[in-house]
């Protein structure tokens, strides 16, 4: 099993700056990729960037040019730099770690899901 544990969250006014961490442990082979995604209330929960083991990124249009998304593969963990934030960033943000495992049953592969934290953007 892999457990990702966030941390960073916090309330900041808009325009303001705040970074997200995660870190994964367990009994991880590899880790393919790393995602952000954010769940607002009343909203569906949508990826905010991803980047692979390669270091290839993506991000949601409404986050591009203001968020930025980094990891460190040494120690398993991703990032979120997320600048100019707007009130509409507000919600509960996750990380999920797409990793391969080692276990009684031999290697398997899952997504991985940790379990949030909350981004508060004051107008």
């Known amino acids: 099993q892999v457990q990702p544990v966030e941390s960073g969250g916090g309330l900041v006014q808009a325009g303001g700056s705040l970074r997200l961490s995660c870190a994964a442990s367990?009994?991880?082979?590899?880790?393919?990729?790393m995602d952000w995604y954010r769940q607002a209330p009343g909203k569906q929960r949508e990826l905010v960037a991803g980047?692979?083991?390669?270091?290839?990124?993506n991000y949601a249009d409404s986050v591009k040019g203001r968020f930025t998304i980094s990891r460190d593969n040494a120690k398993n963990t991703v990032s979120l730099q997320m600048n100019s934030l707007k009130p509409e960033d507000t919600a509960v943000y996750y990380c999920?770690?797409?990793?391969?495992?080692?276990?009684?049953?031999?290697?398997?592969?899952?997504?991985?899901w940790g379990q949030g934290t909350q981004v508060t953007v004051s107008s």
């Open positions: 999920k770690v797409r990793a391969t495992t080692v276990g009684i049953k031999g290697l398997q592969w899952g997504d991985y």
């Open positions: 367990g009994s991880i082979v590899s880790i393919n990729a």
């Open positions: 980047i692979t083991s390669g270091g290839s990124t």
